[in-house]
């Protein structure tokens, strides 16, 4: 087992320890300070992302909305961590300079091309759905997957077992026949 | 900003410090694995879950933290799930490492959460059907795996250990 991968990363085994002992401290930490304990996840912090951008056209709307006055639209832990998530990020790769501008990713461009135009089509409707699933099945990979299997949650492994199994075969059908 | 905003914060740099030293915030990582030619998103959410699952059974069995299981909602998570999985494949992002590709200077997921966004809004307007038709087929509640089956937290996690161990030694053995 390498500490470091040939692009300069560190060893998906090492990084995804650390990960597991951070969700320790994390849970560990937040019942300390806050009273309750917080487990890692993302996909609500974009239920409540949409509410405060829906607030700003149709407050009237996002009051009487049901899953929105259930979600509570609001900047909680999580949205903050959805926030530093992208700081993290942003720190990390200027570091290690792996920080790159890419338009288009591989994978995608070998089967579309360099349109950004399609990849921009793709991702939105790939967006819409997958969001609707995770919101339907109440998380994504980090609140079933990570979160969820850490504490041997029923759903989160079905949840698990759904994510890939469909999303194996969905991608064999979309990227299966590309060009190298 | 209020403390839990604070330590949000923190966490979540860590957390995306984390993700990108994995490698794992790329559209190609995120693809290759569902087309089965890198795992390395593999490799690094069981290495988490197995690391994660100790620390929080001992301290949730200890009465030190609480535990937030999600419902077993048969029609929500089976369906929910295969949404998110076809979705996901597409996009190339999980709601997560979007945001992390976006501070990794991969910019073009911006649309990735454009359309996250526009979900999660047509999700709030359609879950008063959801709430009546799909979430209201059968729900187990927030069940456990060792209360499932009927065998102490250890056991499921030995067995998971081992399992994520074997297919560890097989990843590298086929270099995927």
């Known amino acids: 087992m390498k500490g470091k991968t040939a692009d300069g990363g560190w060893s998906p085994y090492l990084a995804g320890a650390l990960l597991g002992l951070l969700a320790i401290a994390s849970a560990f930490a937040s019942t300390q300070w806050l009273g309750k304990t917080k487990y890692l996840g993302a996909s609500t912090s974009f239920v409540r992302a949409a509410g405060l951008i829906e607030q700003k056209v149709a407050p009237e709307l996002v009051a009487a909305n049901e899953y929105y006055t259930k979600t509570k639209v609001r900047i909680d832990w999580q949205f903050m961590l959805v926030v530093g998530i992208f700081a993290g990020a942003l720190i990390s790769s200027v570091t290690d300079r792996s920080y790159r501008l890419e338009s288009v990713p591989p994978i995608w461009k070998e089967r579309f091309g360099n349109s950004v135009l399609k990849r921009a089509v793709g991702a939105v409707l790939g967006g819409v759905v997958a969001m609707m699933g995770a919101r339907m099945a109440s998380g994504c990979p980090s609140g079933h997957g990570l979160s969820g299997m850490m504490q041997l949650s029923v759903s989160g492994f079905v949840a698990m077992g759904m994510f890939f199994m469909v999303g194996i075969l969905v991608a064999a059908l979309v990227y299966g026949r590309r060009s190298s | ?176």
Request: proline residues 2%; aromatic residues 12%.
């Open chain 2, 1 to 176: 900003m209020s403390s839990d905003q604070w330590l949000g914060l923190v966490t979540g740099i860590l957390f995306g410090f984390l993700l990108q030293k994995g490698r794992v915030l790329r559209f190609e990582k995120q693809v290759g694995a569902v087309l089965l030619e890198d795992m390395t998103i593999l490799k690094f959410m069981l290495s988490a879950i197995l690391v994660g699952m100790i620390g929080i059974t001992v301290l949730a069995e200890a009465d030190v933290i609480a535990t937030s299981r999600k419902s077993m909602n048969l029609g929500a998570v089976l369906l929910g799930g295969a949404l998110f999985g076809g979705g996901w494949a597409i996009m190339g992002f999980c709601p997560g490492t979007s945001i992390g590709a976006l501070g990794e200077g991969r910019w073009h997921a911006v649309f990735a959460i454009i359309g996250m966004l526009l979900g999660a809004a047509l999700y709030a307007e359609l879950y008063p059907f959801f709430k009546s038709t799909v979430l209201a087929w059968q729900d187990f509640g927030k069940i456990g795996l060792p209360e499932a089956l009927g065998v102490s937290a250890w056991v499921v996690i030995a067995v998971f250990w081992v399992a994520a161990l074997a297919l560890f030694l097989f990843f590298e053995k086929k270099g995927l």
